[in-house]
């Protein structure tokens, strides 16, 4: 038998847990009955855990609670977070990595100080220039990987052809079946556009894409993100951070008009009654819990953050997201992309 | 009597010229008819133009056609523009700002051409670092200026307070009664988030706020450029290109997804019946053909962009734009409000 995917979950991260989190562990239970290849390394308040464990009555085959008596609150700086959350249950999750059997982590905490402990803990792969978070975002044919969102600021031409690497990998992962086609993120769609940097990136991912790890589709602007030509978008963390939040606000934006507009009227009320299940549908195709969940890409092991504000269903498909990155042999994907990328420095 | 407001509109440029630029300036007409204080010079192909204009009726007091014997192509490129456009409509409608009377120009023509000619023609103002290429976003509220769009790929922070100044007396002129808001764009709120160049325009901005030409809000994420908070939303042209067009493809995304649902089945679209007024008022708030127009700031006259491919109804939207930023005295609070910021440099 193949040894099982064991995912180590910080219980006590984010609004509501640890019942979001234990609730979406049932979730995923619920949803794999026929599957016998996972486990899961909860790390937190034994007690409170066990009261929620019972609950959804889990087989015992499919769990251990490892007791943690800290939490990383959401106000810890990353300055501050090496010394105060050391035995937190963040901490001891990413940290079963190391000392037992996980093979990746998943928290809803503190984003800076699940990046500081990961990165500490975990190390960079030696030949990764710099880590990077990965999101996943809908565009028409599927979804995107869009990486950096954030964790670096500023970023040169060999930081962006790893993303694209290791943005690749996780594509591939993800959707096996697939191919990882890469475009670097710009202001035009044109060879001669955008910063040195971007151009420097283009020539060297032309040159690598020969290795067939994915297709290079060259440029790609803001208002092609969600077309599906491309499905890996590459940029830097400060382009990306402002590019999701700029979507995330515009499609908020958007659907609240949409709202107001419905429920303005006593006509346009009684109309909703018919546009019922329509209606239904286009918001589950757009629901942001499918998307939940950002992945920390250049450690020697996955880390995976879902949002703090999320609720159970949300917290499963993060869960979800990180049995398809085992699954999909993420971190061999990564290793066999970078040789390619290092190779061209 | 005061002196009227001159617009010079290049009428070839942009698609289904001149007969959208025509349709625009009669819906202008015909939405101020109690109104005696404006006047067009009319660029381009004399004899299309007054094909176009006997179809409306004009009087004849309310414009002058200057026949143009060329148009700028689409494919033309900033490089090779000032020798091969020179008398072309664009040309000789920025023209018209020097020569003749006109106040500000509108042209639907390429951008990077019409950016070339304006600076070149109209020159950039003593105590501007840069000229910057502002648009029109909604909000909750009303209505945002951002900018940088695209002008400047890389600035530093004297840009950056420059632009704060600058985007405030658009804001000023456009909406006299209210207050202008500057917010910094960010990939957080903290004051110790993002680049060098941030922070330094951080705390300069804090200090000329003191002046009184805006409120300073600090820095600003992406997803809360819609909320109303702050109307004047600055950034560097690369950040402010990839936040204005992921908004409109995600914008397009979403609207697709609904029509695809609503569309779908026949319940549905019975139901379009019902909302047919709630789903038209809420696609008119958002209609992309009311923000149309993009205003260069910092030359010694105005010029604004329309987009190409938009119809009459946006053309007449750009046309009131250049309407209210005459009527706003744009000209004049830009060099009150630069005078500020050159005070602190």
């Known amino acids: 038998m193949n040894k099982k995917i064991v995912i180590a979950i910080d219980a006590m991260g984010g609004e509501n847990a640890p019942n979001k989190n234990i609730e979406g562990i049932a979730l995923f239970i619920k949803n794999n009955q026929n599957k016998n290849d996972y486990f899961f390394n909860i790390f937190g308040d034994k007690e409170k855990i066990l009261k929620e464990v019972k609950k959804y009555n889990f087989s015992e085959n499919l769990f ?5 008596s800290t939490i990383v609150s959401d106000d810890e700086t990353p300055l501050t977070a090496i010394k105060s959350s050391k035995d937190s249950s963040m901490w001891n999750s990413i940290n079963s990595q190391i ?4 093979d990746i982590s998943l928290s809803a905490g503190n984003t800076g100080v699940l990046f500081v402990i990961s990165r500490m803990l975990l190390k960079t792969i030696d030949t990764v220039s710099r880590p990077a978070l990965a999101g996943l975002w809908p565009n028409k044919k599927n979804m995107n990987v869009v990486l950096d ?11 962006l052809v790893d993303f ?3 943005g690749s990998a996780l594509y591939k992962s ?6 990882a086609k890469v475009a670097l993120l710009n202001i035009g769609s044109e060879e001669i556009k955008g910063t040195e940097t971007l151009k420097k990136a283009y020539t060297k991912l032309k040159d690598i894409s020969a290795y067939g790890d994915f297709e290079f589709n060259g440029f790609i602007e803001g208002n092609k993100i969600t077309d599906g030509a491309s499905n890996v978008i590459v940029t830097d963390g400060f ?7 700029t979507a995330e606000g515009t499609a908020k934006f958007i659907t609240d008009s949409l709202k107001e507009s419905l429920t303005e009227t006593v006509l346009s009320k009684i109309s909703i009654i018919f546009s019922y299940f329509a209606l239904k549908k ?3 195709k757009l629901d942001p819990r499918k998307f939940n969940g950002a992945i920390f890409l250049g450690l020697k092991g996955p880390v995976v953050k879902s949002h703090g504000s999320t609720d159970a269903v949300g917290f499963y498909h993060s869960i979800d997201l990180c049995y398809r990155i085992i699954k999909g042999d993420l ?6 992309n970078l040789s390619h990328a290092s190779d061209k420095r």
């Open 64 to 68: 251990e609670i490892f007791h943690s």
């Open 99 to 102: 000392t037992i059997n996980s």
């Open 149 to 159: 969102l954030g964790a670096n600021v500023e970023c040169d031409d060999v930081n």
């Open 164 to 166: 694209a690497e290791m």
């Open 174 to 179: 993800l959707f096996p079946d697939d191919v």
């Open 239 to 245: 382009t990306g951070n402002i590019a999701l939040k």
């Open 282 to 284: 286009f918001k589950s």
């Open 331 to 336: 971190m061999n994907k990564i290793k066999s």
